[in-house]
């Protein structure tokens, strides 16, 4: 590859240019599909809502169920 800088910085502007517009038309598409959830996320929040309910409980006691080498 030569060293035209110019050459260089057009084919990047354009090839920045494709990426936004592919991503323009991936954030479309995923707003489209009407809030469907992947796995993982679903098994996330799902984890956090049982630590949640699990720590209901236990909310006075800040170290509770941590124990002490002693």
């Given at each position: 590859m030569g060293d035209n800088v110019y050459a260089i910085e057009v084919m990047m502007v354009q090839r920045l240019a494709e990426l936004r517009a592919a991503g323009a038309r991936?954030?479309?598409?995923?707003s489209g599909r009407g809030g469907q959830r992947g796995v993982a996320t679903a098994v996330g929040a799902a984890l956090i809502r049982a630590g949640q309910w699990l720590a209901r409980g236990e909310a006075g006691a800040p170290n509770a169920g941590v124990r002490v080498a002693r």
């Open positions: 991936a954030a479309l598409v995923e």
